[in-house]
Each structure stands twice: as C-alpha cells, then as structure tokens.
DNA sequence: TTAACAATTTAGCCGATGTCAAACAAATCC
DNA sequence: GGATTTGTTTGACATCGGCTAAATTGTTAA
C-alpha cells in the first residue's frame, strides 16, 4: 500500500514527536492534532486508515507507535524534507527562517532524483539548518546527543547543536545572534527562578529569556562531531 | 475566490490549449479532458466550479473562454513551471527528458519567493526549456512567431524555436541530434506524400518522419530573438 | 428531414480529508 | 469512591476531485 500526501505528513510528524520523547515510544493523538493544526477526530480517522494500511500499532485511548513499515515513509519524508530546507538555504541563499513552508510543501513533491542531487549539490549534509539530523538515503536516523540549554550546567563551552521552533520571529533573532547550528559559546550564567541566561558568543554577551532558551538544544564540540 | 492546485491546473492547460490554436478563443471540454488525462464529466464539473469562481466563461455544449481572472492564475502557474524547469535544467543541471513532471509538482507549490530566486539564479531566461515564453511576473505573456517544421519552406535556415511534446523518448532524440530551441539548421529538402525530412545540423545530416518533424517549431534567426 | 453518430452534460457514486457535536474512557481531586 | 475534568473516539456532515452510466445536444449523412 503506498501512503497518500497526507498520510506521509502524519507519520513524519508521529516519527518527529516520538524522536522527541526518546524515554516514551507511544504518540498521542492530541500532539498530533497539535504539530498537524487539525482537529481530534481528524487524527483519529487518519490513525485508523494508517493502521490498516501496516503504517502503525494504535492502542486506544493510549496513542500510537509507527510499524517499521511507517518508520520507513517517515523517514524517506523527512529526508526530502530536510534535504530541501538545506538546498535551499545553502545553495539558494535563503535564510533559515524563511524556507520552512517551501520545504514543507516541496517535500511531498520532489522526485529522489530530485532530492539527491540537493543532497549533492549541498555537499550531502548531515544536518538541516535547523540542526536535525538528515535520516541517510536507506531510512537510518542518526540519534543526536544534547540537552535544552535552559537545563545544561553553567560556566561551560557548548555548541549549539539543534533549535527547536518554527517561529519566523526566534529564528531569525537567533541568526542575527549568531545562534545557530555548530555555533560554539560559553553559558556564563543562569538566574534561578527560571531567570535569564548569559551567554558569551562571539566575544558578545546575550540574554536569553528562559523559555527561548529551552528551544535552544547543545552539547559538546565532541558531541557535535558524532552527527 | 482562491483557487485551487487542481483549479489552476485546468486553468493553465485551458490557456496553453487556446494558446495553440490562435485562430479559436474557444477551448472544448474534451481537448481539456484528454490533457488532462481525466475524464470528460470531471472536465464539466470542474468548468462549473471555475465558472461560478469567476475564472472562465462557458458556452454549453461549445466550448469556454477564460476570463481576466482566469489568464492571470493560467499565467501566474504557467510562469512557475516554466521557471522551474528552467531551473532544473540550468542550475541543476538536469536533461530537459528528465524534468518534466518534477516541474510540474514544484510549479503548484513553490512561493513566489523561491520563483523569483529561480528567475534570477536562471538568468532571466525568455523561455522554457522547450521553447515556450515565459510570462512576465506580471502575467504578459510574448507570443512567439513560429511554423510547424513539417509546413515551412525547403532549402532554407531556420532556428528551433518550440519543441512541442512532452514524449521523454523523443525528447531525448532531439538532444541527441541537438535539435533544441534556438539552434540553426538548414531545411535540405522534404519528401512528398509526407515523407521524411532532410537537416543539417551543425554540419551533419539528419532525416526526420513527418510527424516528429510536426512537433518541432521554427522561425527565423530574427523571428527567434522577437522573444 | 430525419436517423445516426459524436460530443457534452447530468446524475449518482466513491474515497480522502476536513469539520463539529456528542458519547465515551481515563485520570484526578475531594 | 464517586464526581469532575481532560483526552479520545464515534457519528453525521461537507467539499473536492475523480469515476461510470445515462440523457441530452449538435452535426452529419442518407
């Protein structure tokens, strides 16, 4: 059975939210509905035809778990996607901030033809410009390593290894910050209390509000290397 | 009134179709059918919808006519695949045989911000990789001067100037035998009862059936560079 | 001029994907 | 432990875009 548009995005997003909660391999549906913008029941419906179709386990009431099957769409999805996010930003010249509804929409379009000459062309990254991880051509999803930055010990070097948001806004105030993907730094501070972070980038001092901060995801330079 | 991926297909391939036959501004259901690989009744149904949004008048039984509204989205997504196959083939480097049905998904779904990086990148070009014109970003659209191959003069120079299939096979013939938009050869004679073509090209000799030779348009050195 | 044929439209169906409202299950609180 | 809140599923419906079969219109030929 092959998996329409629309069910591809489902399970890209089942596999993203699941690669976010590595300690719980089961997706609610109302994160789902969430990450998708789209009502309950809409979820539900489409769980069920992704069911029948082989692409995952659903326990009700539970949440879902993608078959090996359902990894595969997944992964060949957010491979394209991820692809194009980079060609776009690397061979194109547009900022990260602006790319993510292109990529969105061409990601269920181009041809593997198509998606490995970006890949090509990109000088087969390992990464999208967001940080995440580019699954390889044969479905395997490397497994980063990194923290929130709102969590990880202070007066250290990290690198930035992932920023997690879609937000046009933090996006691009994290470029003109210099925050992105492979960026080394030092966390001078944290207030308590969910206080603002000090950080050190580039010889500039920043502050980041807590919650910004959480969106930020590092680890260190050997870290970084492994993916 | 938005329209629709599907609306605006039907809407483009309206415009080529009336574009193609520019003694009749009328385009049958039927011819739109067979384009778009869809069945008659779909054809119908669609032109009401396309009626009612204001995009195209409908003599039943006759034919139809796009409106102002309509030619602007027909051009607007017209312009998108033609750039993006340009595009392709250009900066990506891909076979004009090859490209095709990419152009065709990415031109639905690319943002007026990638096109135009698309234009740029491409160099601006006049035409598609067939030959086609591309309209203006402000939905002009040149109309080129050109006769079917199989109908022109003998002994004579031309210049490739359409290339009127979508068949890869033959497209890849064409390339083969260089016979792309905007080379020049000579026309060394044609054989009667439509029999075969004689070419030069580049210094060698090609012959051509008929028919093929139907699905090649040209034009004069001057005439070419009109658009 | 009428009969036959071709093109077009109408009618009724289907599946995919969305909605809202209501029923139902699970978790939580007093 | 029963009541309430929260999350999930079911039901009934809409729209889009496709299909086939049947009716209708326009054209052509006898």
């Known amino acids: ?43 539900t419906r489409m769980v069920q035809r992704l069911k029948n179709a082989g692409f995952l386990q659903h326990a009700p009431y539970r949440g879902i778990r993608l078959t090996e ?5 997944a992964l060949a999805n957010i491979r394209r996607h991820r692809l194009v996010e980079r060609f776009l930003v690397d061979v194109m010249g547009f900022g990260w901030h602006e790319v993510h509804d292109d990529a969105d929409d061409m990601g269920l379009v181009v041809s593997d033809m198509l998606v490995d000459k970006m890949d090509e062309m990109s000088g087969f990254p390992k990464r999208c410009p ?12 490397p497994r980063v390593i990194d923290y929130p930055l709102s969590e990880v010990a202070v007066e250290r070097d990290y690198v930035i290894s992932r920023v997690h948001t879609h ?17 080394r730094f030092h966390l001078v501070m944290r207030a308590p209390f969910k206080g603002p972070l000090q950080l050190q980038v580039d010889g500039q001092t920043h502050f980041l509000g807590h919650e910004l901060a959480g969106t930020l995801r590092v680890c260190s330079e050997e870290e970084y290397q492994l993916v």
């Open 69 to 73: 099957a359902g990894e595969r769409e």
């Open 167 to 183: 937000d046009s806004h933090k996006l691009r105030y994290f470029s003109e910050l210099n925050l992105e993907p492979g960026k």
């Open 130 to 141: 967001h940080g995440e991880p580019i699954p390889s051509a044969d479905g395997l999803m």
């Open 1 to 43: 059975m092959t998996a329409t548009d629309s069910m591809q995005e489902y399970l890209a997003e089942a596999f993203r939210i699941a690669y976010y909660q590595p300690d719980n391999p089961y997706v609610s549906t109302s994160s789902l509905a969430e990450e998708m913008q789209v009502s309950a029941p809409a979820v």
